[in-house]
């Protein structure tokens, strides 16, 4: 166990976990940490896996796996802390058992995520001891000590795990594994697990005196530089190691003081006054919201006696890079900024698209079809559906397109309304959105998207695969009126399936089934064996219907002859065979069998 | 011996992140640090992808993850657009190897008409623009491989105990076992 291993921030996770002797996992996928319980689960061993539908049973099972005694993680992006939310206000009062770890994945600069909300006040709200890791090393380090800080103060602590850290890759050193420790079972305790009334009040004063025990231990952050220069940096996770490169590049190394924390709640006062003693000014350096300012300044305020700065330098938006911290430090320190090259303008962002063979190509096709001059309003979700961005009229969280249609429908009822989801996010929560719009009796089209997976996380199972659950059942069974099946392979078709739809009184529901194009079934293996997509340029009417509008990427412009110029053609290395653009074409122009093109000739 | 920040980008599906985890794999034989780090978007494929690689023979605290502007030493890129991307980010590499043909997935009408290969040979005069896929095509009888020939070619314009052919393509067979019969038959 000594020899480092390289990994990456989710590996790292999951080794310290196993090796902190984890007996359950629970998670809910989602970038950047979507792939931690792939890597526990190719570990091995008795660790339990539990593949929640939601961050709100992950959580709420989590902490039974805690409460009977187990040491117990559960794995979330950020957005998912606001549906954990509930729960985790509640944990800490009645009190870890085994150690419970949450590990969040966060997003500043929002790069696989529609938001880059900051999550850090909830370790206020929810009495959260929260760490802040700054390498991959520290992130396993951290992971591991947290099952010990969990159960010696009796709380879920969290740690957070930005995704320029869990995309970074580097050896770890791995301390040797503990074994998993046999669950004590659930143990009747009606003090702490009641909470009501002025039991609530006492449990919640309880939490707060094992939170004020843990914030005068002792934070294990770094110190570097100069002690005795009147100016103090302060840093937390990724802004540490580029803050000292910044340092280094100016050379400044000797000039200032540093201090990164990693427990930034509840804050280490103590070491926080004494490093802010004889300073004239400090810098904290952080991004998001400015968390760490907000508690230096709340607990410390009557201790310091130097300028504390930081919201002020340093935007709430996006990442905080090495530009902007070279620029702060440079001003401060009087130094010249190296010189940096010019930026390029013009380059456009790739706002993604989907896949070839994708099942949602063909859906959205269908809607826009069966829309067609009616002003439309198509409400989105989150998932595979939403790439392109802009097919959706609004792209904000799971279930926001049957949530928000439902509400236009209500006051709005003649603008024609179409919402769309996945089937992942129908079994996260859209299953209770339809059945609200079923009891308030909602006039609505919900699109159902269903590929079987989860598969903008990276694949994880659906419980739509294999046909576990009857989808159509659990509609019947919730009252929705209509619930009529389409193959988005065959948009023409599905195009009229939305238009009866829309016509139909009621809740309906257009179950959309096609499996998703990086997960071939064996029907799909076999249209990719037999198939050989053509284009015969001598029946196309260069409507551009295939390149435009369904806008396969495995069509493309190639040369043609000097009279007809570019034409279209399909690239057979892409192309997933799914047969969509067959069907759209107004012309035949595209042959799916070149035997069979051969025979018609 | 001076270390090397190193870019590199494409489009998911093009195997960017498997050549960045076979460098990594490089550096490490070689008994060089390597600070790695990935960018990517939620898209499973046809997004932007870039990967940062910080190669030092010797650890360092003050070397944070992400590459400063203005340092970058090499940039490989499987697509011209993402390397004007990293361009733009970083500023020009000191040296590059990048993909001709552009992948118009996911791009607005409007920039679908332009030549980045042309433009980012405006802004790093000295790059190497070549047709990697077509290239790989022609050589191993499948584009997908074109992640292979940029890791081969860009080798040399890594530090030396880095340059090693043979362990990179012995790397890069134990990593993506799915093309290791493109490898088996070729000479060095």
């Known amino acids: ?601 | 011996m001076r270390g090397c920040d190193l870019v590199v980008a494409g489009i998911g599906g093009q195997g960017v992140l498997s050549l960045f985890d076979v460098l990594c794999a490089v550096a490490d034989v070689a008994g060089w640090t390597c600070l790695g780090t990935v960018h990517k978007g939620g898209a499973q494929s046809l997004g932007s992808v870039s990967a940062e690689l910080r190669l030092r023979p010797q650890p360092s605290a003050a070397l944070a993850a992400t590459i400063p502007p203005g340092a970058l030493d090499v940039l490989v890129a499987l697509e011209p657009w993402e390397a004007l991307r990293c361009a733009a980010a970083l500023g020009p590499p000191r040296a590059a190897l990048i993909e001709r043909s552009s992948a118009s997935a996911g791009l607005a009408e409007v920039d679908r008409g332009r030549d980045p290969a042309a433009e980012f040979a405006a802004v790093c005069p000295d790059a190497d623009i070549r047709p990697l896929r077509t290239d790989a095509a022609a050589r191993f009888g499948d584009p997908r491989m074109a992640n292979y020939l940029a890791g081969e070619l860009a080798l040399p314009l890594l530090p030396a105990p880095l340059r090693d052919p043979a362990r990179f393509r012995r790397l890069f067979a134990a990593r993506v076992r799915a093309v290791v019969h493109h490898l088996e038959e070729l000479p060095l």
């Not at chain 1, 409460?67 to 957005?79: D, L, Q, T, Y």
């Not at chain 1, 809607?367 to 959706?392: K, Y």
């Open chain 1, 1 to 601: 166990m000594n020899a480092p291993a390289r990994g990456d921030g989710n590996q790292a996770i999951a080794w310290a976990a196993l090796d902190a002797g984890i007996g359950f996992l629970s998670h809910y996928p989602g970038s950047p940490v979507n792939r931690v319980a792939d890597a526990v689960r190719a570990a091995g061993g008795p660790c339990v896996i539990d593949d929640a539908l939601n961050e709100h049973v992950a959580t709420l099972a989590t902490a039974g796996a805690s409460f009977a005694g187990a040491r117990a993680m559960v794995v979330m992006k950020h957005v998912g802390m606001n549906i954990a939310a509930d729960p985790l206000n509640y944990i800490g009062l009645a009190g870890c058992r085994g150690g419970m770890v949450l590990a969040v994945g966060t997003d500043p600069g929002a790069r696989s995520s529609t938001g880059e909300e900051d999550v850090h006040w909830y370790a206020i709200q929810c009495g959260l001891p929260t760490y802040e890791p700054t390498s991959i090393q520290a992130l396993y380090d951290q992971i591991r000590a947290a099952f010990d800080v969990s159960e010696r103060h009796r709380v879920p602590v969290l740690v957070l795990v930005p995704g320029r850290l869990a995309y970074q890759s580097e050896p770890v050193r791995r301390a040797a594994p503990l074994p998993p420790r046999a669950p004590s079972g659930f143990a009747q305790d009606r003090d702490a697990f009641i909470n009501v009334g002025q039991r609530a009040v006492t449990n919640h004063r309880k939490l707060l005196e094992r939170l004020d025990a843990l914030a005068i231990t002792a934070d294990d952050g770094q110190r570097h530089g100069n002690p005795d220069d009147g100016l103090g940096l302060i840093t937390r996770g990724q802004t540490y190691r580029v803050t000292l490169e910044c340092l280094d590049r100016l050379g400044l190394t000797n000039r200032v003081d540093l201090l990164n924390v990693e427990r930034v709640h509840p804050l280490d006062a103590a070491s926080v006054v004494a490093f802010c003693a004889g300073k004239r000014e400090v810098v904290v350096i952080e991004d998001q919201d400015g968390f760490l300012e907000h508690v230096i300044k709340q607990r410390c305020f009557n201790d310091l006696h130097c300028r504390i700065e930081g919201k002020s330098l340093f935007p709430a938006w996006g990442e905080v890079d090495h530009a902007r911290i070279a620029a702060v430090l440079a001003e401060r320190c009087g130094v010249a900024l190296p010189a940096t090259p010019d930026p390029l303008a013009g380059v456009p962002e790739r706002l993604g698209t989907f896949c070839e063979g994708c099942p949602h190509r063909g859906s959205f096709f269908a809607i826009d079809r069966a829309t067609a001059g009616l002003d439309a309003v198509i409400g989105g979700d989150i998932g595979c559906s939403s790439l392109p961005p802009f097919r959706n009229d609004w792209l904000l969280c799971m279930n926001a397109g049957v949530g928000i249609s439902q509400g236009i429908c209500a006051v709005s009822p003649d603008q024609v309304v179409i919402s769309t989801g996945g089937e992942g996010s129908f079994f996260h929560g859209g299953i209770t959105a339809l059945q609200s719009a079923v009891e308030n009796g909602r006039e609505l089209v919900h699109v159902l998207l269903d590929n079987e997976s989860i598969a903008m996380t990276g694949h994880q199972t659906s419980p739509s695969a294999a046909g576990r659950a009857d989808i159509p059942a659990m509609l019947a069974a919730i009252g929705v009126a209509h619930v009529l099946e389409a193959d988005p392979f065959q948009p023409s078709a599905m195009t009229q399936v939305i238009q009866r739809a829309l016509a139909l009184p009621g809740v309906k529901v257009v179950w959309a089934r096609g499996r998703c194009a990086l997960e071939p079934d064996a029907a799909a293996e076999e249209r990719r064996a037999t198939r050989s997509p053509r284009i015969a340029a001598e029946r196309c009417g260069g409507c551009t219907t295939c390149h435009d509008e369904l806008a396969c990427p495995a069509i493309g412009e190639v040369p043609g002859d000097v009279v007809d110029g570019d034409v279209l053609a399909i690239d057979l290395d892409r192309c997933a065979r799914c047969g969509a653009c067959h069907d759209i074409c107004p012309n035949g122009a595209i042959d799916l069998d070149q035997e069979l093109a051969r025979a018609r000739l």
